[in-house]
Structure formats: structure tokens, C-alpha cells
């Protein structure tokens, strides 16, 4: 596979971004293929660093920028929102993404959200390029991104938090889902412990 060549799981949208600094813009997102936190086989989900995770970033098909773009074009068909932004996903994008590819995305679009979990570093990228890291324990790679903001999930990687705050960057909190999903006693209390932690060290 060339540098400029990109493993693609799935292109969606137009929808909302659901997180960090963009919540509830319009946006498209952008998938790319496999992760160093988990193999994503369900056989593996337990011991991995993300075993909450319910994405499929396994397998897809190689892109060049061009591609790329194509495709982006086509999933935003008639929408003609100025406001339209770009969440680049994973998996863990920054295994793949280089800064051709942040250039390339970033022109077409108001803002790029890179959803990281913070073991790589980012490329340059434009001023509208934005990381967010929901940093994870993955065994032997330290965290070593510079986020604009932080995800930090409860309370599988609250031993995070203090790094988060200590950065001065914005800290969102989100419960973790150990019952499949957001529902059931174990969502409930994660999510007690999110509105908890808001309370005592959120700042207006």
C-alpha cells in the first residue's frame, strides 16, 4: 500500500456529530480501517484496551485522496450547508492519516473532527482540522497527541482525567455502555458518576 493510498471502512452521513466541541453540527464521516487498541474479533473484545467498543473497522477498501473525495462528494449529494463539517474516524485514524490527507479533506469542508485515541501523533493539518482524543490504555504505546479537546469515557479511562484537566484544553465526560448499550443498572451508574464528576469539576 503507496503512503497515499488509505484503507476505507465506510463513508455516511449527512448527520450530527454527537461529541466534543461540534455537538449537534451537521457533518459526514469518514471511516478508515483497523486500530491498535483492539483486533476488533469479538474473541478478543474483553482483554483488548476498548472492550466497550460496538464499531466494525475491520476489512474496507483502499482509496487514494481522489477517491476519497469522490466518495465524499456523493455521500453529501445536494447538501449545501456551508456549515457541513467531517468527522475522521476510526478505529484509529492517525495510523492512516497523513497530512496530504487532512489537507485534502479539510478544503472541502467547514471543520474536521479527528477522533483519536491519542497513541499517534497528528500530522500538520490545516486551522479547521481539529483532534479530539478519547485517550486509551493500550499496552506499550503512551499517549502523545496534543488534543484540541478531550473524551474521556467513565469509568474505564477516568485515570486520564487529571492529565485532561492539567492540559487547560476543554474535558467532555461520557459514560461507557457495559450493558450493550445505553440502557440497564451498570449504564446508570456510569452515567451517575459522569454527572457527578461535571458537578464537582465542570467550570461555566
Given at each position: 500500500m503507496s503512503p497515499n493510498t488509505y484503507r476505507v471502512k465506510e463513508v455516511f452521513g449527512p448527520t450530527l456529530q454527537g461529541e466534543g466541541l461540534h455537538a449537534g453540527m451537521p457533518c459526514l464521516f469518514l471511516r478508515l480501517a483497523g486500530c491498535n487498541a483492539w483486533d476488533g474479533r469479538a474473541e478478543t473484545r474483553a482483554a483488548?484496551?476498548?472492550?466497550?467498543?460496538?464499531?466494525?473497522?475491520?476489512g474496507g477498501g483502499s482509496l487514494d485522496l481522489a477517491g476519497i473525495l469522490a466518495r465524499l462528494d456523493a455521500q453529501r449529494g445536494a447538501t449545501v450547508n456551508p456549515g457541513l463539517g467531517l468527522v475522521l474516524t476510526g478505529g484509529e485514524p492517525l495510523l492512516q492519516a497523513d497530512a496530504e490527507l487532512l489537507a485534502g479533506i479539510a478544503a472541502g469542508f467547514a471543520w474536521v473532527d479527528i477522533e483519536t485515541n491519542g497513541t499517534r501523533p497528528c500530522p500538520p493539518r490545516p486551522p479547521n482540522?481539529?483532534?479530539?482524543?478519547?485517550?486509551?490504555?493500550?499496552?506499550?504505546?503512551?499517549?502523545?497527541?496534543?488534543?484540541?479537546?478531550?473524551?474521556?469515557?467513565?469509568?474505564?479511562?477516568?485515570?486520564?482525567?487529571?492529565?485532561?484537566?492539567?492540559?487547560?484544553?476543554?474535558?467532555?465526560?461520557?459514560?461507557?455502555?457495559?450493558?450493550?448499550?445505553?440502557?440497564?443498572?451498570?449504564?446508570?451508574?456510569?452515567?451517575?458518576?459522569?454527572?457527578?464528576?461535571?458537578?464537582?469539576?465542570?467550570?461555566?
Open positions: 483488548s484496551a476498548c472492550p466497550y467498543c460496538d464499531t466494525d473497522f475491520r482540522v481539529f483532534v479530539s482524543c478519547s485517550p486509551k490504555r493500550v499496552a506499550g504505546q503512551d499517549v502523545v497527541v496534543e488534543p484540541d479537546w478531550w473524551k474521556v469515557l467513565i469509568p474505564d479511562q477516568e485515570g486520564f482525567l487529571e492529565r485532561a484537566f492539567a492540559s487547560g484544553k476543554p474535558v467532555f465526560v461520557q459514560p461507557t455502555c457495559p450493558d450493550g448499550g445505553p440502557s440497564g443498572p451498570l449504564y446508570a451508574e456510569n452515567l451517575q458518576r459522569c454527572i457527578t464528576l461535571c458537578l464537582s469539576r465542570g467550570a461555566g
